[in-house]
């Protein structure tokens, strides 16, 4: 069964701490996708990743950086958390457009982050 | 302009009743997902429609390419359908943009 897999589940962190978020995809794809869902706003691309090393702004980077060294591991950094980044992040993958099978879309578990 | 609506935005039924949740989109698109997210849950993929109609036991999808439209379809409707149901359009590019939802709640 293919997975997209995020490290944490819940997380609480303080104002200024440094969050980490993994995402582990076993589907060999090349597309990684960080979005956020909060209520009312649907969800909200951050970042995404087309190839190991290579990312593109979504459309809320202000706050954020990602960083994939291996195809199958796309990490969300915030480097000094503020209370206005609680939320749930969502990971998800796809394969390159016009591939075979490339719209299909698979999401993560979610991480629920509070910042206090 | 949101380039993906869906309608309603809120949807109560009772347990047995037919559903349709909408859902427009104002540019021409590669593939349409419907999404399914349950409260506290991560989010599946219940379709993907390029053209014309899917059905997985209750849950009936279509699309009308020259409309720009497609619809989601629940038949003898349960509680445990209960979910946020988002449309998800795949453009152009590597991305996808996201409906805002329906949340839907059966009861019983």
């Known amino acids: 069964d293919v997975k997209v897999t995020q490290s944490s589940r819940y997380l609480v962190k303080r104002t200024g701490e440094k969050v980490f978020l993994e995402c582990v995809q076993d589907?060999?794809?090349?597309?990684m996708f960080w979005y956020r869902q909060d209520p009312g706003l649907g969800l909200r691309l951050i970042y995404f990743?087309?190839?190991?090393?290579?990312?593109e702004k979504g459309d809320i980077p202000e706050g954020y950086s990602v960083s994939r060294e291996k195809k199958e591991r796309f990490s969300l950094i915030l480097e000094s958390a503020s209370t206005n980044q609680t939320s749930m992040y969502l990971c998800?993958?796809?394969?390159?457009?016009?591939?075979?099978?490339?719209?299909?879309?698979?999401f993560g578990a979610g991480s629920r982050l509070t910042v206090l | 302009k949101n380039e993906v609506e869906q309608s309603p935005q809120n949807l109560t039924a009772q347990e047995g009743e037919f559903i349709t949740i909408n859902c427009s989109y104002s540019v021409g698109i590669s593939a349409l997902h419907w999404l399914q997210q349950h409260p506290g849950g991560g989010i599946v993929s219940l379709f993907m429609?390029?053209?014309g109609k899917k059905k997985h036991g209750r849950l009936i999808a279509t699309i009308n390419i020259q409309e720009k439209h497609s619809s989601l379809h629940i038949t003898a409707s349960h509680p445990r359908d209960s979910a946020v149901y988002i449309c998800a359009v795949r453009i152009s590019g590597q991305n996808f943009v996201f409906g805002p939802g329906t949340r839907l709640s059966v009861l019983p």
């Open positions: 589907m060999d794809h090349e597309n």
């Open positions: 429609l390029s053209s």
């Open positions: 990743s087309y190839d190991v090393k290579m990312k």
């Open positions: 998800a993958s796809s394969l390159w457009a016009g591939s075979a099978g490339a719209n299909v879309l698979t």
